[in-house]
């Protein structure tokens, strides 16, 4: 009788490349009982690793102050309830600006895990890197640093067109062309082209003006974009092709690449350079500002609030979640930024790890309703009215030049809420304050998006 597949699975094993190579070889050779016993030795599989039957622990730092976010609340709790299960997870917490990105089980906006020897892609999620950086411009009229900010970055899809890219470093692209996930010819073609670029959603460019200095401030908001993604997908594929082989009861959602692998290295190496670019493309908007005005900066501070850190075999994914402590980026010196809403100030904090924050603050002020519902609840007002109640006194600009009520301050929850939060659990503690003047964001990019022109002229 012809050996095949099934002959493996009712033998123990689990469907796996080498099935194809071993059916092969048993048929051709026409083993016996014992020799395929012998044979089959060298495919050992290793056991398959269970969920935790219970959630391990995690701090919840949040609490619903109004009816309206008593939905919110009960969701994040459920998804970290389930999460919590996750065979590497050591321990876990969530921030006051918590809110659910997904199905039940998916890491929220807000939540801070803690990985052995486990890096999850779907833990810092497409968006890799996601950060602020500030940079002091002194007594600058802000007016002006927000018109020469405008006239060089670059909101909306894609990058920017050629002529108008700006510089990636030499030494970066020869690292991508280096590393096993990086070293694509088309990713770091897009790499090239989405320099200086901020894509879309709630990423901002925002000016304002120190509480304790009076000085000037530039603050942008944007992650790694296309070449962040592009990184995420390949992890997704190679972190479930392991969930398969090892935690099959694993969501697929919280795959993992266990550290001590090749493609761990590898990937953790990966995550470095995306690091870098992403930095560096913060770095080349401010750069480029203060060149048009032709000021030195007084001072900056940059921080990502969507990456994963690790403090020797354990691996601290933040999802939308301020780092604080120096161990988590030991070439960064100086306070962290948290962003709150285009009215309200950015806040400058410093803060040390403690039982509650598991070394983390909260990255902003989060979402109580998806954009679709919040549109939906203004529905009864033109957009214009919701721009200009929701704006007086700012210089509100959307780069497509089409306004968002997405993105408007009451999309979002209660900055006063958050901010007594991390006050009531001892998270952080508030340095200064850059109270809003003015700031840019994508708009509503979708609105007249190239390829509905394009259906809109083939209709014509």
Same mark, same amino acid.
């Given at each position: 009788?012809? !050996? ?14 080498? !099935? ?78 918590? &809110? ?24 810092? *999620?497409?968006?890799? &890197? ?38 990636? *470093? ?95 290295? *590898? ?47 354990? !691996? ?16 960064? %010196? ?52 919701? !721009?200009?109640?929701? %704006? ?21 929850? *209660? ?12 998270? &952080? +503690? ?8 003015? &700031? ?11 390829? +509905? +022109?394009?259906? +809109?002229?083939?209709?014509?």
């Amino acid at each position: 009788m012809e !050996f095949n597949g099934n002959s493996l699975i009712e033998l123990g094993y689990r469907s796996a490349k080498w !099935f194809k190579e071993a059916i092969s070889h048993i048929n051709e050779n026409q083993l016996d009982e014992n020799q395929i016993t012998a044979y089959l030795k060298q495919f050992k599989q290793p056991e398959l690793i269970p969920l935790h039957e219970t959630a391990k622990d995690f701090v919840i730092n949040i609490r619903a102050e109004h009816e309206s976010e008593n939905d919110n609340v009960e969701k994040v709790i459920n998804t970290m309830k389930v999460l919590m299960k996750t065979p590497t997870l050591v321990a876990g917490a969530v921030m006051p600006d918590a &809110c659910p990105t997904g199905p039940v089980g998916q890491i929220p906006v807000g939540g801070v895990v803690v990985a052995k020897n486990a890096i999850h892609p779907g833990f810092h *999620s497409a968006d890799i &890197c996601c950060s602020v950086m500030l940079t002091d411009f002194g007594k600058a009229d802000p007016k002006e640093v927000l018109d020469a900010a405008h006239s060089i970055t670059h909101f909306g899809y894609g990058g920017r067109p050629r002529g108008e890219q700006m510089e990636m *470093s030499q030494e970066l692209m020869d690292a991508f062309r280096v590393n096993d996930f990086l070293n694509d010819e088309k990713l770091i073609s897009i790499a090239r082209s989405h320099m200086g670029t901020q894509g879309d959603g709630n990423h901002f460019l925002f000016v304002g003006i120190s509480k304790n200095t009076g000085n000037t401030m530039l603050v942008t908001h944007h992650g790694s974009r296309a070449p962040g993604a592009a990184l995420y997908d390949k992890g997704m594929k190679v972190a479930n092709k392991f969930r398969i082989e090892n935690s099959p009861e694993t969501l697929r959602e919280n795959a993992w690449i266990p550290f001590e692998s090749e493609e761990g290295k *590898s990937y953790w190496e990966a995550l470095q350079l995306i690091r870098t670019w992403t930095k560096e493309n913060h770095t080349s908007i401010h750069d480029a500002t203060l060149n048009k005005l032709g000021i030195e900066k007084e001072d900056r501070y940059w921080n990502e609030h969507n990456f994963v850190f690790k403090d020797g075999d354990l !691996f601290y994914h933040a999802k939308g979640a301020t780092p604080l402590d120096d161990k988590f980026m030991p070439d960064i %010196t100086g306070p962290r930024l948290i962003p709150l809403n285009m009215a309200e100030p950015v806040l400058i904090v410093q803060g040390k790890t403690n039982e509650r924050n598991l070394g983390f603050a909260p990255h902003g002020a989060g979402r109580n309703f998806s954009r679709t519902q919040h549109k939906k609840s203004l529905a009864h007002k033109t957009i214009e009215e919701v !721009f200009e109640e929701e %704006t007086k006194g700012l210089d509100i600009r959307f780069f497509s030049n089409e306004i968002d009520i997405s993105e408007l301050p009451t999309a979002y929850k *209660s900055a006063k809420n958050v901010r007594a939060q991390i006050e009531e659990y001892g998270l &952080c +503690k508030v340095l200064d304050e850059v109270m809003p003047y003015g &700031c840019i964001m994508a708009g509503d990019v979708q609105k007249n998006a190239p390829w +509905k +022109k394009k259906k +809109k002229f083939r209709k014509a």
